[in-house]
């Protein structure tokens, strides 16, 4: 199974601030990686698909790169709205794979 | 509107069943490749179960493998995961979720979710 590790778990930032989220997985999966946005008591919403094409309807501060083992989600100007938890998953090989998670904080 | 909806869930006992629905509507559902995804109270994401939209290709997670059977009427618009020999380890929320159309195996639309709870 590929495994997928995030880091940080957790980061608390001020309205404004570049935040970045990385993402690892334990084989490369090219740029089939995914990454969700998830709101308390809700469902999680896609962001990010193929590596860095945004999904239709999701705010332009969202950006995300990388390939192989190595991916970055990057909100550009933090918004209170943008607190929430944040995976990223493997969309090539199954079992799909989820990372363990990021929270965003605001200050 | 694209829309999933689930239903289902509730208190169950240890080794207990319980079959979990998911009604599809706003897209061709007969041609969606669909997923079943949890997440544990206070945990992350776990994908559960995968099925082609004729209901050929069907691939589980390890924890759930010969116990959950995911399956579809596609007449009815509907996913079913029905879920046998249930563990503690099982509660969780549980979302029906559609795989985006094209090759990646991301989920684009995603339900609400139905809580499954695990206990005596």
């Known amino acids: 199974d590929i495994q997928m590790t995030q880091s940080p778990s957790s980061v608390s930032a001020s309205v404004g601030d570049r935040v970045s989220i990385t993402c690892r997985a334990s084989?490369?999966?090219?740029?089939?990686l995914a990454w969700y946005q998830q709101k308390p008591g809700k469902a999680p919403k896609v962001l990010i698909y193929?590596?860095?094409s945004l999904q239709s309807g999701v705010p332009s501060r969202f950006s995300a790169s990388g390939s192989g083992t190595d991916f970055t989600l990057t909100i550009s100007s933090l918004q209170p709205e943008d607190s929430a938890s944040y995976y990223c998953?493997?969309?090539?090989?199954?079992?799909?794979?989820f990372g363990g998670g990021t929270k965003v904080e605001i200050k | 509107e694209v829309k999933l909806v689930e239903s289902g869930g509730g208190l169950v006992q240890p080794g207990g069943s319980l079959r979990l629905s998911c009604a599809a509507s706003?897209?061709?559902?007969?041609?969606?490749?669909m997923n079943w995804v949890r997440q544990a109270p206070g945990k992350g994401l776990e994908w559960v179960s995968y099925?082609?939209?004729?209901?050929?290709?069907?691939y589980y997670a390890d924890s759930v493998k010969g116990r959950f059977t995911i399956s579809r009427d596609n007449a009815n618009n509907s996913l079913y995961l029905q879920m046998n020999s249930l563990r503690a380890e099982d509660t969780a929320v549980y979302y029906c979720?559609?795989?985006?159309?094209?090759?990646?195996?991301?989920?684009?639309?995603w339900g609400k979710g139905t809580t499954v709870t695990v206990s005596s």
């Open positions: 084989q490369g999966v090219s740029r089939w």
């Open positions: 706003g897209f061709t559902f007969s041609t969606s490749e």
């Open positions: 193929e590596a860095s």
């Open positions: 979720a559609k795989k985006f159309a094209a090759r990646s195996y991301h989920m684009d639309v």
């Open positions: 998953q493997q969309a090539t090989t199954f079992p799909l794979t």
């Open positions: 099925v082609t939209g004729s209901g050929k290709t069907i």
